[in-house]
Nanobody, 119 residues
C-alpha cells in the first residue's frame, strides 16, 4: 500500500494558475506510475494526467492538454500538477493516485484537494 497526500488546492480566478502537489509514502519504491484525477459533484471521476515513474512518460486528458503539466520528483516521491489558464469547469476535487508495479489499475488514492475557479 501507498499513502498519498495532496496539497495546493484553493481559490483562483479564471485564467489563473495553481500547482497541486502529492507526496507518497509507504511502498513508494514500488510505484509504477502516478496520476491526477478529478470529480465534480454527481459525476464520475475522470482522468486528468499521468506520469510513469521511471521513464517520465506523460498522458493528458484532452480537456487539460496544453494547460496542465504533470511532473515528478522521484527522490522525494512527489508528483505535481501545474494548472494554467484555469476555467470555471476546472472547479472540482482533484485526487492523486498511484499504481504499483504489481497492480493493473490505480488502487492507491489520496483524500483529494478542492480547486475552485471563480469568474
Amino acid at each position: 500500500q501507498v499513502q498519498l497526500g495532496e496539497s495546493g488546492g484553493g481559490l483562483v480566478q479564471a485564467g489563473g494558475s495553481l500547482r497541486l502537489s502529492c507526496g507518497a509514502s509507504g511502498r513508494a519504491f514500488s510505484i509504477d506510475r502516478m496520476g491526477w484525477f478529478r470529480r465534480a459533484p454527481g459525476k464520475e471521476r475522470e482522468f486528468v494526467a499521468s506520469i510513469t515513474w521511471s521513464a517520465g512518460s506523460t498522458s493528458y486528458a484532452d480537456s487539460v492538454k496544453d494547460r496542465f503539466t504533470i511532473s515528478k520528483d522521484n527522490a522525494n516521491h512527489r508528483v505535481y500538477l501545474q494548472m494554467n489558464s484555469l476555467k470555471l469547469d476546472d472547479t472540482v476535487i482533484y485526487y492523486c493516485a498511484a499504481r504499483l508495479s504489481s497492480e493493473m489499475k490505480y488502487q492507491n488514492w489520496g483524500q483529494g484537494t478542492q480547486v475552485t475557479v471563480s469568474s
